[in-house]
């Protein structure tokens, strides 16, 4: 299972709790909590939402860089 540390870092970096963040995704905390904590994968479609929700690259998400920018 992969974990991405990344994903709780930007959501506190925009001042987001996870209650708030699920509101905003439409989903169950329980299961945002699993993405977080590497407990279940995360699907490549959320990678994307949230991708565009903090205006980063999925690759920084991956952690495969230290880049924030969107290559457009």
């Known amino acids: 299972m992969a974990y991405y540390p990344r994903l709780r870092d930007l959501r506190e970096d925009h001042d987001l709790t996870q209650d708030q963040l699920v509101e ?3 989903m ?3 299961t945002y909590t699993n993405y ?3 407990k279940r994968e995360i699907p ?3 990678v994307i939402r949230l991708a ?3 205006k980063v690259s999925i ?7 230290q ?3 969107i290559h457009e």
């Open 67 to 69: 880049n924030t920018k």
């Open 24 to 26: 905003i995704l439409k």
């Open 28 to 30: 169950h905390k329980t």
């Open 44 to 46: 490549f479609e959320l």
């Open 52 to 54: 565009k929700l903090y």
């Open 36 to 38: 977080e904590q590497g």
């Open 59 to 65: 690759d920084y998400i991956a952690g495969l860089t």
